[in-house]
């Protein structure tokens, strides 16, 4: 291939990303409006939930603080809407250079991607949040009392539900790394005790530092890799039967 042909063939790539980072940030800008409009319910919705029956007074320590909250929850509900057709673009930007297999492997997790980042979301929201909440209250006595910045319990509750919504993607990457032949099921699974030490690691850069958190997070995300490996294993012997079998048909 000659250097031209590089060039122009170096141009497309980059003109193809291009086109994809646009489509995703056009897609963002156009829901945005919408979450930012229902941003104060979700605000008032998320609260509820995380504070549940503890009567908590949330304080805010600058006019503008509340309002910028609104903005940070809108961004949030606009990717989480927009997951779908973001992960879509990302993937048809990839699937050129991929195989066949893989390019099927790629279009059929799409869905599950975006489901399982939407269930770290809720998991993190219904469950670990109140959980922490209540724990941090557990140490009010009458000579110590709670109070509470709105800034730093949505912003707990936006980075908490990101970090579980992008741990979740654990058993995807666990199956794509199986099927795409770059590390057998035999190994990653002989490196059961170095997977948890990473998963404890990460989990600690991604939550708040204490080991509640870190647990909280840490622990469904090694299920999930131990899921991962369960349907790898299960599609790995669906693919050897029909190979076994056309090998005694031939016999």
């Known amino acids: 291939?000659?250097?031209?042909?590089?060039?122009?063939?170096?141009?497309?790539?980059?003109?193809?990303?291009?086109?994809?980072?646009?489509?995703?940030?056009?897609?963002?800008?156009?829901?945005?409006?919408?979450?930012?409009?229902?941003?104060?319910?979700?605000l008032n919705w998320l609260l509820d939930i995380i504070l549940r029956d503890n009567k908590v007074t949330l304080n805010y320590f600058s006019p503008v603080e509340v309002f910028l909250i609104q903005i940070k929850i809108a961004i949030l509900i606009d990717l989480i809407i927009c997951f779908p057709y973001?992960?879509?673009?990302?993937?048809?930007?990839?699937?050129?250079?991929?195989?066949?297999?893989?390019?099927?492997?790629?279009?059929?997790?799409?869905?599950?991607?975006?489901?399982?980042?939407i269930s770290g979301v809720l998991f993190c929201i219904f469950f670990i949040l109140p959980l922490i909440i209540n724990f941090g209250l557990s140490f009010t006595t009458e000579n110590i009392q709670a109070v509470l910045n709105i800034s730093n319990i949505v912003m707990l509750s936006l980075w908490l539900s990101i970090a579980f919504g992008i741990m979740f993607q654990v058993p995807i990457i666990t199956m794509a790394l199986i099927k795409s032949d770059f590390i057998s099921y035999e190994t990653i699974a002989s490196k059961r005790p170095y997977i948890i030490v990473v998963l404890l690691i990460i989990a600690g850069i991604l939550t708040p530092p204490d080991v509640i958190s870190q647990l909280m997070?840490?622990?469904?995300t090694y299920l999930l890799f131990e899921a991962g490996l369960l349907f790898s294993k299960k599609s790995k012997k669906q693919l050897i039967s029909p190979v076994e079998n056309e090998n005694t048909s031939l016999d």
């Open 217 to 220: 997070l840490a622990i469904p």
């Open 1 to 42: 291939m000659s250097n031209e042909e590089n060039n122009e063939s170096f141009i497309s790539h980059l003109e193809a990303l291009r086109s994809t980072i646009l489509k995703c940030l056009y897609s963002v800008a156009i829901v945005l409006p919408f979450t930012f409009f229902i941003s104060p319910k979700a």
């Open 86 to 117: 973001i992960a879509k673009q990302i993937w048809n930007f990839i699937l050129p250079a991929l195989y066949e297999h893989e390019k099927k492997f790629i279009k059929s997790i799409v869905l599950f991607s975006s489901l399982l980042f």
